[in-house]
């Protein structure tokens, strides 16, 4: 009778575990590096993003914000970790806005891709961001 309940407590743990383990989500892209990239990002871009592109801006630790002043096309503005975790967003964010979009906690990296990415891709509060600096469409 032990032998059961500890298989049943053990296969509790496994189906815990898939369903709580965040997810990795591969996203590729530009990493913006110099100070006119951090400060225009993906301002004038007429078309959308493809599916698993953005721009990731690396940032120090702080409460970060963005603004979509000259963005044209409608973002999710995703907040990261150090280890590039997914700390919270912003959901499509209004084109040509000059209003200042953060969370309330501090970020490493900030990554914008099209808007309602975190719907379309199913993002989490938790989840991995895996970036490439370069194109990999697979």
Do not use: C
Request: charged share 25%; glycine share 6%; proline share 4%.
């Amino acid at each position: 009778m032990i032998v059961y309940i500890f298989l049943f407590l053990l296969l509790l743990y496994f189906i815990y575990g898939y369903f709580t383990s965040p997810n990795v989500h591969k996203i590729y892209g530009k990493i913006a590096k110099t100070p006119e990239e951090l400060q225009d990002g993906l301002m004038y871009r007429k078309n959308k993003l493809d599916k698993r592109e953005g721009m990731l801006f690396p940032f120090e630790k702080q409460i970060n914000s963005m603004w979509m002043k000259n963005t044209y096309i409608p973002l999710d503005i995703i907040f990261l970790d150090e280890k590039k975790r997914i700390i919270g967003y912003v959901i499509d964010a209004e084109p040509l806005s000059e209003k200042s979009l953060s969370i309330d906690k501090p970020s490493n990296y900030v990554l914008e891709m099209n808007g309602n990415s975190v719907f379309d891709l199913d993002m989490k509060i938790g989840d991995i961001i895996f970036f490439m600096e370069e194109i990999d469409k697979n």
